[in-house]
């Protein structure tokens, strides 16, 4: 897997989830397109983009985009592979990794509320939590959390876990397992850091799903009890969720589809339902294209985070891997082909790849789903809503 391909994907484990970055083309029917153009801008190039990823093999596209023009609604391809019914752009989706925005837009709060520092070490609030085979809290703060730079192994990197969770006889048998954010860290410290805290960087869900467990001990509620009352009621964002341990979605929503295999060829299957509680704060939420339009605008126009602190969430660290893009404390910046910058995050679970990005100043905004996990370009379907002429 691409690092670019991790990075949206996020929950998605490069060692044991279906070699997402291959895109192998499926034949499919051609796919049934259906869009509400903007009175003023021309949003035809992103359409185009949404129907090639259909074309590569994914079941079907749905999004939304908004400007000072309005709010453009696009869909392709089909929702249910089995009646052909076509997506929704108002579809309910798991947004996988993009959860992670929402998280430490929560610890930015916190900290502007004097309730704790993002230079605290992870043992002050989780004593003993993060020991073991080198790993060790007290070296660790809450900011290399967020940024990924803590070192601490990526628990869906797990061959186990992955050969549990995200291949065909393993899922079937234990879609819905329920898994304890302890038991997840427990499973990441049973290996070996990747690196000496502060000194690389490595994408790892274990990071976030322990930024829960922090919120939890540090207000006395549950991480998802918080981005409900600090984030989803105060922007109305209707469509919004932290389900726990609900394997459903709610209604407008498609199937998702998987292969549940190390290869993009193969039978697709159905991977809608499943427990999300192995995602657990680094990607269990469910959202809509119009609700992460809606977040993300919000954040960076500063109606989430007082300045310092959205400050903090942008400052980047390199990563090598990917070109032109930079990760923040659960944002990441990327730098178009045609120099527009946009701010979000990608995410990925079973049968689902979605992205969220928006203009700097919050005013231009994207996000979308892919409801399949082996195949489709992503980064085509950005830049044609941004740089298209």
């Known amino acids: 897997m691409t690092a670019s391909r ?14 997402a970055s291959l895109t192998a083309p499926m034949a499919m029917a051609s796919p049934a397109s259906s869009s509400a153009p903007a009175p003023l801008r021309d949003h035809r190039a992103t359409q185009r983009a949404m129907d090639a990823a259909v074309q590569d093999g994914v079941p079907g596209v749905a999004g939304q985009a908004k400007d000072k023009y ?44 004097g ?31 967020l940024n990924h730079t803590s070192g601490i192994f990526n628990y869906t990197d797990d061959e186990d ?6 291949l065909k006889d393993g ?7 329920r898994l304890s954010p302890a038991q997840l860290v427990k499973i990441a410290t049973a290996h070996k850091p990747d690196f000496e805290p502060g000194t690389s960087w490595n994408y790892s869900n274990t990071n976030y799903v322990l930024a829960g467990m922090v919120i939890e001990k540090a207000t006395g509620h549950a991480y998802g009890d918080e981005v409900r009352q600090r984030i989803v009621e105060p922007l109305g964002l209707h469509a919004t969720t932290v389900p726990g341990t609900t394997p ?19 039978p697709t299957y159905d991977v809608t339902e499943l427990n999300p509680s192995l995602a657990s704060a680094a990607g269990e939420m469910i959202s809509d294209s119009g609700d992460l339009n809606r977040f993300y605008s919000a954040l960076l ?29 659960g944002l990441i910046e990327r730098r178009l082909s045609c120099g527009v910058v946009v701010w979000g995050h990608g995410g990925g679970i079973h049968g689902s790849s979605s992205e ?7 005013r231009h905004s994207l996000a979308f789903n892919f409801n399949g996990d082996w195949s489709g370009d992503s980064e085509a379907v950005i830049e044609a809503e941004f740089c298209a002429e």
């Open 6 to 19: 991790t990075l949206r994907l996020g929950l998605t484990s490069a060692a044991a989830l279906v070699a």
């Open 70 to 113: 309005g709010t453009w609604k696009g869909t392709s391809g089909v929702g249910n592979l089995r009646t052909k019914q076509p997506r929704s752009a108002h579809d309910h989706f798991r947004v996988g990794s993009i959860t992670k925005t929402f998280v430490s837009t929560v610890l930015l709060q916190l900290e502007a509320e």
């Open 115 to 145: 309730r704790l520092s993002l230079d605290d070490k992870v043992e002050k609030w989780l004593p003993g939590v993060v020991r073991g085979n080198g790993h060790d809290g007290s070296r660790i703060t809450l900011r290399q959390l």
């Open 161 to 166: 876990f992955g050969r549990t969770y995200f």
């Open 171 to 177: 899922f079937f048998e234990h879609r819905f397992d």
């Open 248 to 266: 459903h979605l709610p209604r407008p929503s498609s199937r998702a589809y998987g292969k549940l295999a190390e290869s993009t060829t193969g």
């Open 301 to 329: 126009r500063g109606k989430l985070l007082p300045k310092k602190q959205l400050s903090e969430m942008k400052t980047t660290i390199k990563v090598d891997a990917i070109p032109n893009a930079g990760y923040g404390l």
């Open 356 to 362: 969220a990005v928006t203009t700097a100043d919050g």
